[in-house]
């Protein structure tokens, strides 16, 4: 049991600021912060003692239980640094200029407020990267630089933070750190994809594979794991180039659970598509668009797929019979080393 951190004080309201990608419908933000909740909470923060920064704060408000703030308006976020002793960045791929600049720019811009309100930051299974442009790296470098403690999920991330001489320690993602129950499994592959900007190399292998699935017979399930996923499923499916039964869009933890006691193995693209799966005892391959998710495979043993027209080395049939994940010592193992990083973020402020 993780002792108790005592760290409220009377001028501050929250112990802790959450902020990251929530409130956008995105599943895997959604779940970093149901992690983060779970790891704080072990740590003896309450939940009244918890605030966030979101897109739509009524929905967080709503389905967490703890005090939410608009991420766009400035006068939310001043407040809500003020009244904390401490923000931390929970997980995810914040700074990244794949797809745009906005991510650093606003991210460098929320570190730099929490300097100016006094309010340490703590930044916990990030990624960090892909970094083309200058003033990216730029932006990143003078954020995380300023973390009082800093914990990556991907040996690349590391490599890059130790290319601009900035110490940090490497930590399971936190959605690792989440329990499930156990589910009965029926017969079916989920199939999950998003938009890439280089669709050849990395959606082609899955749509690949799920024909050769489904020309075998096996029912395919469409999971998408945020808005732009769903559309994309949903287009692909109706031009006939995924052949998908249903598409789903869970919501939550327990959405997918539903979905995964549907299947007995999962292919798809997004990280924590992959990591749930996993934690449900699916078997899993990849498509490894981004680095974080090479990295998971490797860590856990799951299939990355090649973006060769054909893939002579593996059979995806032999998906379907390959045993299931269920070595739970490796779960527990993870749920500790998150605990331990939840709390060394905690300590490193209160000292």
Known sequence: MTPDIKMTYPEKKFDVLLA?????????DELLLKAALKNLA?????????????????????????????????????????????????????FQDATSLRSCVYYWGLVRAAAVRSTPVAALGQSVGPLSGKFAR?????????????????????KILTSMRINCELMPDPVLSLEVENIQYGGAVLVNVRPTPEPDAYLRPVIREAKILRKNGIELFGVAMSGEDETLLKGLNKSGRLPLREIFYPK???????????????????????????????????SPYDPKVSS??????VKQLKSEESDEN????????????????IF????????????KALERTAE
Request: hydrophobic share 45%; net charge positive.
């Open 20 to 28: 990251g990608y929530f409130g956008f419908g995105n599943l895997g």
């Open 42 to 94: 072990g740590c003896g923060i309450s939940l009244d003692k918890i605030a966030a920064l979101s897109n739509n704060p009524e929905e967080t408000r709503s389905r967490f239980g703890i005090e939410a703030f608009n991420r766009w308006s400035i006068r939310a976020v001043w407040y809500a640094l003020g009244k904390s002793r401490l923000m931390i960045l929970p997980g995810g791929g914040l």
């Open 138 to 158: 730029m932006l990143t470098k003078d954020a995380l630089s300023k973390c009082s403690y800093l914990a990556v999920r991907d040996l690349s991330s590391e």
């Open 252 to 286: 939550n933890l327990e959405d997918f659970l539903k979905i995964a006691g549907l299947a007995r193995a999962a292919l798809g693209m997004r990280l924590h598509f992959g990591i749930l799966s996993t934690l449900c005892g699916l078997s899993v391959a990849l």
């Open 296 to 301: 998971f495979a490797e860590i856990w043993d």
């Open 314 to 329: 593996f059979d995806i049939m032999r998906l379907l019979t390959k045993s299931r994940f269920r070595d739970k010592k």
């Open 332 to 343: 527990v193992e993870s749920r500790s080393e998150v605990a331990i990083k939840f709390q």
